[in-house]
C-alpha cells in the first residue's frame, strides 16, 4: 500500500506510542520527539496514516469514523499499545462498557507515554468497577510522572470511594507533605476525616484548603455544610458572608444559602437584605422573588408577601405556580373568595393545572362546600392518579359528611397507589374505628407506626383508644406519653395521658395531667368530662360537678353525661354561662 501524503496541519502533532513493532528508522526522524525513558516509538506507516484519520474525525466530533480509522491502523500494527488505547476511550466514550474494558485490558500501561493517557485508562477501569486494575495504572503513573497532581488526586479519590482511609491518607498527607499549598489535598483530607467522624479535624482541613484557594467553592460548601451539622450556624453564616465580600459577592448559590440560615436562625431581615442584592443584579430573578414572599409569608407580614407575587405576575402573568403560591397565602389570611379566585385565574389559562385544582378541592372541603370539593377532586385525581393528596382529601371530605364507607374507599385507592404513604393509613385507620371495626383500625394504627413511629396523631389516637375501651393499660400510657413528648403543648395530647393514667389508678398523676390540658384547652367538652370523672374518684364531688357542667356548657348534646350527671346525684344537669374553667383548674 502506497503511504498517502501526510497533510500539513499534522506535522506539528506529537506522537505518542503506537507500536511495540518495527519499522524503518526514517519514519521516525524529524516526526516524533525523543521517547521518554523506556519508552521506544516506532511507527508502522499505514498504521501512522490510519491514526491521523481518526484523530482528524476525532478533531470533527465524529466517533464513529474515528473508532473506524483506529481499527483500521490496528490491522497494520496490532500491537499498537496507543490504537488500543484510543478506542477503548471511544467505545467507553459511547458507554460501549464491555468493549471497552476489553480493548483496555490489552493495553500495556508502561507503553502510554503521557500521564492524561494512563489516567483515561484508569478512568475506564473505574468505570467498570476494576478498581484493582485503576489503582495499578494509577500506581504506574505515579512512579513515572510524580508530579503529575492530577494522577495522584485519581489515585487518593479512588481509594477513598473504596473506604480504603488510612491508604488514601496517606496518599494525599504525602502530596502535601512535597506541596505545603496544594488546596486539593487538603480539601480531600477534610473529606477523609468527615467520613471518619472527626469533623473538627475536617473543619481545620477545609480552612487550609480554602487559605491556600481562597475561591475554591468545593471546600466552602463543605465547611459550610460542617458547621451546619455541628449546629454552628453563626460559623456557616461567617464564612458566607466573608466568600461573598472578599471573593466572589456575584456567587448567587452562595447568596441563597446565606439567606436560608438567616432565615433559620430567625435574621430574616438580613436575608431580605441580600435577596435585594440579588435583586439588584437581576431585577428578573423570578426565585429571589418568590423567596422574598416566602420569607414574608413566614413572618405573617402577608400584605408584602402578596405585593411581592402580584409584581411577578404583572411582568409575568403565565407565571402558574407563583399564582398558585399567591393563593396559598390568601388561604393564609383566611380570605377564601381570594383565594378561590386566585386558584380559578389559573385554571383559566390551563385547566390541566394540577395543583390548583387541588388546592380549590381543599379550599371546598374547607368551607365545607362537599359537593364542589368532591368535583375538583375527581378532576385532580383523572388529571393525576398517582398523586395522593387527593385521595387522602377525598376520604376526608367523606369522613367530613360522615359517609365513612366512601372515605373507606377512597383512602384505600390512594394506598394502592402509594402503600408506604403513613398519613393515609391513619386516616383509614380513623374511618375504621367510625364504622366499629376496630381490629382493623387497630392494624393501620400499627402501620402508620411502622412507616413513621414519631407519628404522634397515630400515637395518640391508639393510646387514647387503649385507655377508652379498659385495654392494655401500659401500651396506653407508653404510647400517649409518647405523643406528649413529641407535642408536649398539645391539649389533646395531654387529656389522653391524663385519661390513661386515671385508667391506670394513677388518680394524683392524672389529675395533674388532665389540668395542664384544660389550660392549653379550654373549650373541649370531652376534657372537662375527663376532669369530673377524675374529680369524682377522688371524692370531690362539687369539683366534679361543676367540670361536667361546664362540659355540657360546651356540648349541650351529650345525652351520655347527662345521664351520668343524673346518676350521681347531681340533680337536672342545666349549664349556665357562670361555670366557667377558671373554678376547676388551678
Known amino acids: ?27 521516525t526522524t524529524g516526526i516524533a520527539p ?70 483496555a485490558r490489552k493495553v500495556s500501561a508502561s507503553q502510554l507515554a503521557h500521564g492524561s493517557s494512563l489516567l483515561d485508562l484508569a478512568k475506564i477501569f473505574m468505570g467498570a468497577g476494576e478498581a484493582q486494575s485503576a489503582l495499578h495504572v494509577l500506581d504506574e503513573g505515579g512512579q513515572r510522572f510524580p508530579e503529575d497532581e492530577s494522577l495522584m488526586l485519581a489515585k487518593g479519590n479512588l481509594l477513598l470511594n473504596l473506604k480504603e482511609y488510612t491508604q488514601a491518607r496517606q496518599v494525599f498527607e504525602g502530596w502535601l507533605q512535597a506541596h505545603p499549598r496544594s488546596a486539593e489535598s487538603s480539601y480531600y483530607l477534610g473529606l477523609i476525616a468527615q467520613e471518619t467522624k472527626k469533623p473538627r479535624e475536617a473543619a481545620a482541613y477545609y480552612q487550609q484548603a480554602i487559605a491556600a484557594n481562597t475561591a475554591f467553592e468545593r471546600a466552602y460548601l463543605k465547611l459550610i455544610a460542617l458547621w451546619e451539622d455541628e449546629n454552628e450556624p453563626q460559623q456557616a453564616i461567617a464564612l458566607l458572608e466573608t466568600y461573598l465580600k472578599e471573593v466572589n459577592p ?86 377564601y373568595d381570594r383565594a378561590i379566585a386566585t386558584y380559578q385565574a389559573n385554571l383559566a389559562i390551563d385547566p390541566t393545572f394540577f395543583d390548583s385544582v387541588l388546592h380549590l378541592g381543599f379550599v371546598s372541603y374547607r368551607l365545607k362546600r362537599n359537593n364542589e370539593a368532591i368535583s375538583y377532586l375527581e378532576k385532580a385525581i383523572k388529571l393525576n392518579p398517582k398523586r395522593t393528596e387527593s385521595y387522602l382529601l377525598f376520604g376526608l371530605t367523606y369522613f367530613q359528611m360522615e359517609d365513612y ?75 400517649t406519653r409518647r405523643a406528649v413528648a413529641l407535642k408536649p403543648h398539645n391539649g389533646y395530647y395531654v387529656d389522653s395521658l391524663a385519661w390513661a393514667l386515671y385508667k391506670l389508678g394513677r388518680v394524683d398523676e392524672a389529675l395533674e395531667a388532665i389540668q395542664r390540658a384544660a389550660s392549653l384547652v379550654s ?23 361543676d367540670a361536667w357542667l361546664h362540659s355540657l356548657q360546651l356540648d349541650s348534646t351529650n345525652e351520655s353525661l347527662k345521664k351520668r350527671f343524673r346518676e350521681m346525684g347531681f340533680g337536672e344537669p342545666i349549664p349556665t354561662i357562670s361555670h366557667q374553667s377558671s373554678t376547676l383548674v388551678p
Do not use: W
Open 250 to 335: 456575584h456567587n448567587r448559590e452562595f447568596r441563597l444559602r446565606l439567606v436560608r440560615l438567616y432565615v433559620l436562625e430567625h435574621q430574616s431581615e438580613k436575608g431580605l437584605a441580600h435577596l435585594d442584592h440579588l435583586l439588584d443584579e437581576r431585577p428578573d430573578d423570578l426565585h429571589a422573588h418568590v423567596r422574598k414572599a416566602q420569607i414574608y409569608g413566614d413572618m405573617k407580614n402577608f400584605p408584602a408577601a402578596i405585593q411581592e407575587l402580584n409584581d411577578v405576575l404583572e411582568a409575568r402573568p403565565n407565571e402558574l405556580r407563583v399564582r398558585d403560591f399567591l393563593g396559598l397565602l390568601y388561604e393564609e389570611m383566611k380570605d
Open 405 to 479: 364507607q366512601s372515605a373507606k374507599t377512597k383512602l384505600e385507592e390512594g394506598i394502592l397507589q402509594d402503600p408506604a404513604n403513613a398519613e393515609l393509613h391513619f386516616n383509614l385507620g380513623t374511618v375504621l374505628d367510625k364504622l366499629n371495626q376496630f381490629d382493623e383500625a387497630v392494624r393501620e394504627m400499627q402501620q402508620t407506626l411502622e412507616l413513621d413511629p414519631e407519628h404522634a396523631d397515630a400515637l395518640n389516637y391508639l393510646g387514647y383508644s387503649y385507655a377508652d375501651r379498659g385495654i392494655k393499660f401500659e401500651e396506653a400510657l407508653d404510647l
Open 523 to 545: 373549650d373541649d367538652p370531652v376534657i372537662y368530662e375527663h376532669l369530673g370523672e377524675i374529680f369524682l374518684s377522688r371524692e370531690e364531688r362539687d369539683k366534679a360537678r
Open 34 to 103: 525523543a521517547p521518554p525513558a523506556k519508552i521506544q516509538e516506532v511507527i508502522h506507516p499505514q498504521a501512522y496514516y490510519h491514526f491521523l484519520q481518526g484523530y482528524l474525525a476525532e478533531i470533527n466530533s465524529d466517533g464513529i469514523t474515528a473508532l473506524k480509522e483506529y481499527q483500521l491502523g490496528l490491522n497494520f500494527d496490532p500491537n499498537s499499545a496507543f490504537l488500543m488505547f484510543r478506542i477503548a476511550k471511544i467505545q467507553f466514550s459511547a458507554g460501549h462498557m464491555d468493549e471497552a474494558l476489553g480493548m
Open 1 to 27: 500500500m502506497e503511504l498517502k501524503k501526510i497533510p500539513t496541519l499534522f506535522l506539528g502533532i506529537p506522537l505518542f506510542v503506537i507500536s511495540c513493532g518495527t519499522a524503518p528508522q526514517s519514519m
